[in-house]
């Protein structure tokens, strides 16, 4: 009697376990493509990105070459010429909701609804970075220590000259200080 032998159809455990392994693999290659550091949608957001910051300088020079005509023509100073350039970014569409600071009569900075940050200037569309929201250090928190002379007294008024002197040793943050709640100055450290 001659033995039959059974023949097997189908896959084994072992490659199952290997088949699985090799999609797990694949997968984990098809997520890093798409959201890595250099994925796919991460390079979508950063064209997007480059797009809207494009435009907005593309809007900002089209107004300057409109109003530099202007300008000579009407013998304009920087101060006009910054005035009728705010009044320009006022009636444009995509700039409604910017946010306009007259620096001096030289300088205007925009700051668009997406926090992208322009410099203009007499000849010049400088786009200088985003503008970034960073948590303020509280003064308890921080290693910052002030000293008055005179030495205020509680509940005290004094129509001298007060001299605040600001101690630290953490360089992370730039210190500014205002007389008046508006016009802010940088703090020069003394050594």
């Known amino acids: 009697m001659e033995k039959h032998k059974k ?4 896959i084994t455990l072992i490659a199952l376990v290997i088949t699985i392994i ?12 798409l959201t890595g550091e250099n994925g796919i949608l991460n390079k979508a957001n950063t064209a997007q990105e480059e797009t809207k910051k494009k435009e907005y300088e593309e809007i900002l020079k089209l107004i300057a070459n409109d109003l530099r005509g202007d300008k000579i023509i009407n013998d304009w100073n920087n101060k006009t010429y910054l005035d009728e350039f705010e009044k320009e970014i006022s009636k444009q569409e995509k700039l409604k909701d910017a946010q306009i600071n007259r620096i001096n009569d ?7 609804k997406e926090k992208y940050v322009y410099k203009i200037v007499e000849n010049d569309i400088i786009y200088i970075g985003k503008q970034q929201i960073v948590d303020i250090p ?9 000293t008055y002379n005179p030495s205020p007294k509680e509940k005290e008024w004094t129509n001298q000259n007060v001299e605040v002197n600001i101690e630290t040793s953490d360089t992370q943050y730039q210190l500014q200080y205002s007389l008046n709640n508006t016009n802010w100055k940088s703090y020069r450290f003394s050594n």
């Open 7 to 10: 023949k097997q159809n189908g």
């Open 22 to 33: 090799i999609l797990l693999i694949l997968a984990g290659i098809t997520i890093v493509t």
């Open 106 to 112: 030289e300088t205007l900075i925009i700051v668009t």
């Open 138 to 146: 509280t003064l308890e928190e921080s290693t910052i220590k002030f």
